[in-house]
């Protein structure tokens, strides 16, 4: 049964290294604590169980909202709060051509592919740097840095005076 825990420990490590959401990092720890268990108690798969349970849960109540915070503070002090409050006026590079609607495309944002559209500037060509200026669902809204110049004004500030669709609204 050691193994099992090792093993599950070992695949849980490796889906938060890919996704970095805080989340399967905490079963695995779980995991490794069943493991722990196993050795003393090998037969004992119900005390196991719940300590891996436990351990992965008591982390993600009582750790991840520190560990969350102190990884998703941008440099201007704030935190980010929620998909929209963290994505909207970052920076991404387009991995191809994103247009409109019907011709979407992809961008990297935080290590992440996101599948993005055009504001009403047109297509956008790849390896372009981008700011998001929406979040419609799991779509980012984007706008080349070029069409704002260098200095992008910050998000809620009345200098970001973006052309109609930048800010995701429909008339």
Request: no cysteine; hydrophobic share 50%.
């Amino acid at each position: 049964m050691v193994l099992f825990w090792v093993a599950l420990g070992v695949v849980l490590l490796l889906v938060e290294m890919h996704h970095l959401a805080f989340f399967a990092m905490f079963g695995a720890a779980g995991s490794f604590a069943a493991a722990v268990v196993a050795l003393f108690a090998p037969s004992a798969v119900g005390l196991q169980a719940a300590v891996a349970v436990g351990v992965g849960l008591a982390g993600v109540v009582a750790v991840r909202p520190f560990v969350s915070r102190a990884l998703h503070v941008r440099p201007s002090g704030y935190a980010a709060r929620g998909v929209h409050g963290g994505l909207v006026g970052s920076e991404a590079v387009t991995l191809d051509e994103v247009g409109d609607t019907h011709r979407s495309g992809h961008v990297r944002l935080g290590g992440e592919r996101w599948l993005a559209v055009a504001g009403d500037t047109g297509p956008i060509p790849a390896h372009t740097v981008v700011v998001v200026t929406a979040v419609e669902g799991t779509t980012l809204v984007v706008w080349p840095v070029d069409h704002f110049g260098r200095d992008v004004p910050e998000i809620g500030s009345p200098d970001l005076d973006a052309p109609d669709g930048a800010d995701g609204r429909t008339t």
